[in-house]
């Protein structure tokens, strides 16, 4: 049994920060990568970043670049997503996929992020 558990969420005003954490437990096994994607109200889901373990090289959605940082530790299977400036339009429910060889990826089952004016 894989568990994937998102952390961090709730409400801040626009402008200010968060930090999500997502750790994959469970059996043993070895991403190679790990992502954060979200959904907004109404809408549908959207990569949001991702960090690939061999060279640690990320990658940002248009709408986050320069204002989100996705990090980790993959011996621990922990991804943090570091959000600032946040706007009213970041507001969603973020989720943690874990990728791993041979299988489709496990989710979270998101945590919910809430950006007031």
């Known amino acids: 049994q894989v568990q994937v558990l998102e952390s961090g969420g709730g409400l801040v005003q626009a402008g200010g920060s968060l930090r999500l954490s997502c750790t994959v437990s469970g059996r043993t096994l070895t991403t190679y990568a790990m992502d954060w994607f979200r959904r907004p109200p109404g809408k549908e889901r959207e990569f949001v970043a991702r960090i690939l373990w061999s060279d640690r090289s990320t990658y940002y959605g248009d709408s986050v670049k320069g204002r989100f940082t996705i990090s980790g530790d993959n011996a621990k299977n922990t991804v943090y997503l570091q959000m600032n400036s946040l706007k009213r339009e970041d507001t969603a429910i973020y989720y943690c996929?874990?990728?791993?060889?041979?299988?489709?990826?496990?989710w979270g089952q998101g945590t919910q992020v809430t950006v007031s004016s």
């Open positions: 996929k874990a990728d791993v060889n041979g299988t489709p990826g496990y």
